[in-house]
C-alpha cells in the first residue's frame, strides 16, 4: 500500500556536517525545489554550485500546466512556498514585484524584407481562471527558493566547483576542486549541461542521435518596444490579448526571435525584457567576425517589425552565445543517482517546456527517493519510470521542435503543426485536474501514482493513444518535407485534414478551422467543448469531463473554476 507523507518522519542527522542522504548537485530552480522538498520530509540534503545567488537564468515564460504541477508540489509535499509561483499576484507579493504577466503564447511569422502578414498570426490562451501564468525573473525566483531549501534545513555550498564524483555500492562522494569531500547515499546531478555525472559516466548520446539542430543567444535588454506599436495593422487584426502581455515568438525560415516581457504589467518594478535568437547552425554557420549582439541586430534587421522591435533597445547584460544546444544522456537514472532536468537532456526554448519538464521530473523523482531512503534500498527498478520519462520527455519535445522548425518556412504547414501542439494543452490539464483533485479529497498517494501510468510518458497527451497517432502523422508528414519528398503547402493541407478529423481535437476551440488565428475559448465555448466531449467525444478522453474514464475508475467531475476564461 502507499504511504501517506505524514508515515514519514526525519531521520537523525549524521554525526559530520559533511555526510548527507542526498547530495544534489546546482542550486537552482530544479536543485533547491527537490531540496526544499526532502528536507521538509526530514532527509539530510547538500547542495552544493559552482556559482552563486543571485545570478541570471533563462527558462522564464511558464504555462498552466508548470502551475499546477508547482501547486501540486506544495500541497503534495508540504511547501507552501513552492505556491507563490503558480500566479503574478503570488510571485510579486511574496518574492518580488520584478516578473511579468503571461495571458498567451503568440505566434508570428516572417519573411525577409517583408511586413508580417496578420493572416499569419497565431495566439494561444490558456483556459483558467484559479491560475495566472507569468514570466519568472529568475535571479529573484531561484534565489528565493534556495532560501527556502535552506530554511526547511538543507545545507548549501556555492561558488564550489565539482572536480569528481564516486559511486560506490553503499555511498555516493563528490570532491571539490579543493579536495574537499561530501559522501551522501543518493546523488542527483541538476546541474545543466555541463554536468559532473554525465561527465564522469560519459552518458551524452551523440549529435546525431537527435534530430532538432538550432543553435542560440539571448540577453536581457531595455528600452525593447511592445510587438502590439510595432505591426503595421488594423484593428480588425488585433488578438483578443494584446501581444505584449504574453510571450511572444517571431518565425522564421528555421529560426525564431522571442521576447519576454517583465515590465508588462503596471506594478512591476522590473523594466527589463529577456530577448533571444534561436536558429538552425545549418543553415546559419555560427560567424566568427561579429559579437552575438552585432549578428542579432543584423538578423533583426531581416524583418521590418522585428528590427522595429528592437531599435531603441540597450543591452544591460553580457550576451550568451552558444552553438548546437541541443544534448541527451543515453542514461538518465543508476544506482544512488539520477540526471534530472537539464542535466539530463535539452532540445529548444520553442513551447517552454523546461519549467514544465522539470517540474514532472521532481513529482515523480521526489516520493521514490523518499521511499528509498526509508527502506535503504536504491535499486534502479524502482527509478524506472523516472527514466523512461526523461527520456520520452526529451524524444517528444525532439520531435515537435524539430517538425516546428521544418514548418516555420510556409504557414500552411506551421498553421497544423501549431494545431497539433494547441490540441494537447486542454486535455493534458484537464488529465491532470482529475487526478489532483481526487487526491486532494483523499490524501492518497496511490491516486497519483496510478496518474504515472500513462502508455507514453513524456508525449504531450501520455495516455492517448489516438493523440499518439496525430503525432506521430505530423512527424510522419514534416520529415518527409525535410527529406525534400513534398512541398510543405501540400504536407500542409494534408496534415491540416488529419488535424480537422482527428476524434481526439477538441470541438468548440477552433482548432479544427485553419482559419481561426486566435485560439481565446470564452465560457459558453467551454461548456459547448464539455458537453461535446460528454455526449460524442471519443472514449479515452470522455473521463475528463464524465468523470469516468475507459478502464472504469471513477474521477472527479470538472470543477467550473478552471474551465475558465483568464482574467
Not at 171 to 196: M, T
Given at each position: 500500500?502507499?504511504?501517506?507523507?505524514?508515515?514519514?518522519?526525519?531521520?537523525?542527522?549524521?554525526?559530520?556536517?559533511?555526510?548527507?542522504?542526498?547530495?544534489?548537485?546546482?542550486?537552482?530552480?530544479?536543485?533547491?525545489?527537490?531540496?526544499?522538498?526532502?528536507?521538509?520530509?526530514?532527509?539530510?540534503?547538500?547542495?552544493?554550485?559552482?556559482?552563486?545567488?543571485?545570478?541570471?537564468?533563462?527558462?522564464?515564460?511558464?504555462?498552466?500546466?508548470?502551475l499546477?504541477?508547482?501547486?501540486?508540489?506544495?500541497?503534495?509535499?508540504?511547501?507552501?512556498?513552492?505556491?507563490?509561483?503558480?500566479?503574478?499576484?503570488?510571485?510579486?507579493?511574496?518574492?518580488?514585484?520584478?516578473?511579468?504577466?503571461?495571458?498567451?503564447?503568440?505566434?508570428?511569422?516572417?519573411?525577409?524584407?517583408k511586413?508580417?502578414?496578420?493572416?499569419?498570426?497565431?495566439?494561444?490562451?490558456?483556459?483558467?481562471?484559479?491560475?495566472?501564468?507569468?514570466?519568472?525573473?529568475?535571479?529573484?525566483?531561484?534565489?528565493?527558493?534556495?532560501?527556502?531549501?535552506?530554511?526547511?534545513?538543507?545545507?548549501?555550498?556555492?561558488?564550489?566547483?565539482?572536480?569528481?564524483?564516486?559511486?560506490?555500492?553503499?555511498?555516493?562522494?563528490?570532491?571539490?576542486?579543493?579536495?574537499?569531500?561530501?559522501?551522501?547515499?543518493?546523488?542527483?546531478?541538476?546541474?545543466?549541461?555541463?554536468?559532473?555525472?554525465?561527465?564522469h559516466?560519459?552518458?551524452?548520446?551523440?549529435?546525431?542521435?537527435?534530430?532538432?539542430?538550432?543553435?542560440?543567444?539571448?540577453?536581457?535588454?531595455?528600452g525593447?518596444?511592445?510587438?502590439?506599436?510595432c505591426?503595421r495593422?488594423?484593428?480588425?487584426?488585433?488578438p483578443?490579448?494584446?501581444?505584449?502581455?504574453?510571450?511572444?515568438?517571431?518565425?522564421?525560415?528555421?529560426?525564431?526571435?522571442?521576447s519576454?516581457?517583465?515590465?508588462?504589467?503596471?506594478d512591476?518594478?522590473?523594466?527589463?525584457?529577456?530577448?533571444?535568437?534561436?536558429?538552425?547552425?545549418?543553415?546559419?554557420?555560427?560567424?566568427?567576425?561579429?559579437?552575438?549582439?552585432?549578428?542579432?541586430?543584423?538578423?533583426?534587421?531581416?524583418?521590418?517589425?522585428?528590427?522595429?522591435?528592437?531599435?531603441?533597445?540597450?543591452?544591460?547584460?553580457?550576451?550568451?552565445?552558444?552553438?548546437?544546444?541541443?544534448?541527451?544522456?543515453?542514461?538518465?537514472?543508476?544506482?544512488?543517482?539520477c540526471?534530472?532536468?537539464?542535466?539530463?537532456?535539452?532540445?529548444?526554448?520553442?513551447?517552454?517546456?523546461?519549467?514544465?519538464?522539470?517540474?514532472?521530473?521532481?513529482n515523480?523523482?521526489?516520493?521514490?527517493?523518499?521511499?528509498?531512503?526509508?527502506?535503504?534500498?536504491?535499486?534502479?527498478?524502482?527509478?524506472?519510470?523516472?527514466?523512461?520519462?526523461?527520456?520520452?520527455?526529451?524524444?517528444?519535445?525532439?520531435?515537435?521542435?524539430?517538425?516546428?522548425?521544418?514548418s516555420?518556412?510556409?504557414?500552411?504547414?506551421?498553421?497544423?503543426?501549431?494545431?497539433?501542439?494547441?490540441?494537447?494543452?486542454?486535455?493534458?490539464?484537464?488529465?491532470?485536474?482529475?487526478f489532483?483533485?481526487?487526491?486532494?479529497?483523499?490524501?492518497?498517494?496511490?491516486?497519483?501514482?496510478v496518474?504515472?501510468?500513462?502508455?507514453?510518458?513524456?508525449?504531450?497527451?501520455?495516455?492517448?493513444?489516438?493523440?499518439?497517432?496525430?503525432?506521430?502523422?505530423?512527424?510522419?508528414?514534416?520529415?518527409?518535407?525535410?527529406?525534400?519528398?513534398?512541398?510543405?503547402?501540400?504536407?500542409?493541407?494534408?496534415?491540416?485534414?488529419?488535424?480537422?478529423?482527428?476524434?481526439?481535437v477538441?470541438?468548440?476551440?477552433?482548432?479544427?478551422?485553419?482559419?481561426?488565428?486566435?485560439?481565446?475559448?470564452?465560457?459558453?465555448?467551454?461548456?459547448?467543448?464539455?458537453?461535446?466531449?460528454?455526449?460524442?467525444?471519443?472514449?479515452?478522453?470522455r473521463?475528463?469531463?464524465?468523470?469516468?474514464?475507459?478502464?472504469?475508475?471513477?474521477?472527479?467531475?470538472?470543477?467550473?473554476e478552471?474551465?475558465?476564461?483568464?482574467?
Amino acid at each position: 500500500m502507499p504511504r501517506k507523507l505524514s508515515d514519514y518522519r526525519p531521520r537523525p542527522r549524521l554525526a559530520t556536517p559533511r555526510q548527507h542522504d542526498v547530495i544534489i548537485l546546482g542550486s537552482g530552480l530544479a536543485g533547491s525545489t527537490l531540496g526544499a522538498i526532502l528536507a521538509r520530509q526530514g532527509v539530510s540534503v547538500l547542495l552544493l554550485d559552482g556559482g552563486v545567488h543571485p545570478r541570471f537564468a533563462v527558462g522564464e515564460s511558464t504555462t498552466l500546466y508548470t502551475l499546477k504541477l508547482f501547486r501540486l508540489l506544495a500541497r503534495r509535499y508540504g511547501v507552501p512556498e513552492l505556491e507563490p509561483l503558480t500566479s503574478y499576484e503570488g510571485y510579486r507579493d511574496a518574492i518580488a514585484p520584478t516578473s511579468g504577466t503571461k495571458r498567451h503564447f503568440g505566434f508570428i511569422r516572417h519573411e525577409e524584407g517583408k511586413e508580417p502578414d496578420p493572416a499569419e498570426f497565431n495566439q494561444f490562451s490558456p483556459p483558467s481562471r484559479v491560475l495566472q501564468t507569468s514570466h519568472l525573473f529568475r535571479q529573484d525566483s531561484d534565489a528565493y527558493l534556495l532560501h527556502t531549501a535552506i530554511r526547511y534545513g538543507c545545507d548549501v555550498r556555492q561558488a564550489f566547483p565539482v572536480e569528481d564524483v564516486e559511486l560506490e555500492e553503499n555511498h555516493v562522494a563528490v570532491i571539490g576542486r579543493n579536495g574537499e569531500r561530501h559522501e551522501g547515499r543518493y546523488l542527483v546531478d541538476a546541474s545543466g549541461f555541463r554536468s559532473p555525472l554525465a561527465q564522469h559516466l560519459a552518458l551524452r548520446k551523440p549529435p546525431e542521435e537527435i534530430k532538432h539542430h538550432s543553435r542560440s543567444m539571448f540577453t536581457h535588454m531595455i528600452g525593447v518596444r511592445p510587438t502590439d506599436a510595432c505591426l503595421r495593422v488594423g484593428p480588425e487584426d488585433a488578438p483578443p490579448i494584446p501581444w505584449v502581455e504574453g510571450t511572444m515568438h517571431h518565425l522564421f525560415d528555421r529560426g525564431w526571435f522571442w521576447s519576454i516581457p517583465f515590465n508588462n504589467a503596471p506594478d512591476s518594478k522590473n523594466p527589463l525584457v529577456s530577448v533571444g535568437l534561436t536558429l538552425d547552425e545549418r543553415m546559419y554557420p555560427k560567424p566568427d567576425d561579429m559579437s552575438p549582439e552585432e549578428e542579432f541586430r543584423q538578423f533583426a534587421a531581416r524583418f521590418p517589425a522585428v528590427e522595429r522591435l528592437f531599435t531603441d533597445a540597450r543591452t544591460v547584460r553580457p550576451w550568451v552565445s552558444a552553438g548546437r544546444i541541443q544534448y541527451a544522456s543515453s542514461q538518465t537514472v543508476g544506482h544512488r543517482w539520477c540526471l534530472m532536468s537539464h542535466a539530463a537532456g535539452f532540445i529548444d526554448p520553442l513551447f517552454s517546456r523546461g519549467l514544465t519538464n522539470t517540474g514532472e521530473l521532481i513529482n515523480s523523482l521526489a516520493w521514490r527517493l523518499l521511499d528509498a531512503l526509508s527502506e535503504d534500498d536504491f535499486d534502479e527498478e524502482r527509478f524506472r519510470y523516472v527514466e523512461e520519462l526523461q527520456q520520452g520527455l526529451i524524444r517528444y519535445n525532439d520531435e515537435l521542435v524539430n517538425c516546428s522548425f521544418i514548418s516555420f518556412s510556409d504557414h500552411a504547414l506551421w498553421n497544423a503543426v501549431y494545431r497539433v501542439w494547441c490540441a494537447a494543452e486542454v486535455p493534458i490539464n484537464l488529465r491532470f485536474d482529475r487526478f489532483t483533485e481526487r487526491f486532494m479529497e483523499s490524501g492518497d498517494e496511490g491516486v497519483l501514482r496510478v496518474m504515472e501510468q500513462a502508455a507514453y510518458p513524456g508525449l504531450p497527451v501520455p495516455g492517448s493513444h489516438g493523440y499518439k497517432a496525430l503525432f506521430d502523422e505530423m512527424v510522419r508528414v514534416c520529415e518527409a518535407v525535410d527529406r525534400g519528398e513534398r512541398t510543405s503547402a501540400d504536407a500542409g493541407k494534408d496534415l491540416m485534414t488529419t488535424v480537422r478529423n482527428a476524434p481526439v481535437v477538441l470541438d468548440h476551440l477552433g482548432l479544427r478551422d485553419p482559419s481561426c488565428r486566435f485560439v481565446y475559448p470564452k465560457p459558453e465555448d467551454l461548456r459547448r467543448m464539455a458537453h461535446w466531449l460528454r455526449h460524442e467525444g471519443p472514449d479515452e478522453l470522455r473521463y475528463l469531463t464524465t468523470g469516468v474514464d475507459v478502464k472504469g475508475e471513477t474521477l472527479p467531475t470538472a470543477p467550473r473554476e478552471e474551465m475558465a476564461v483568464p482574467h
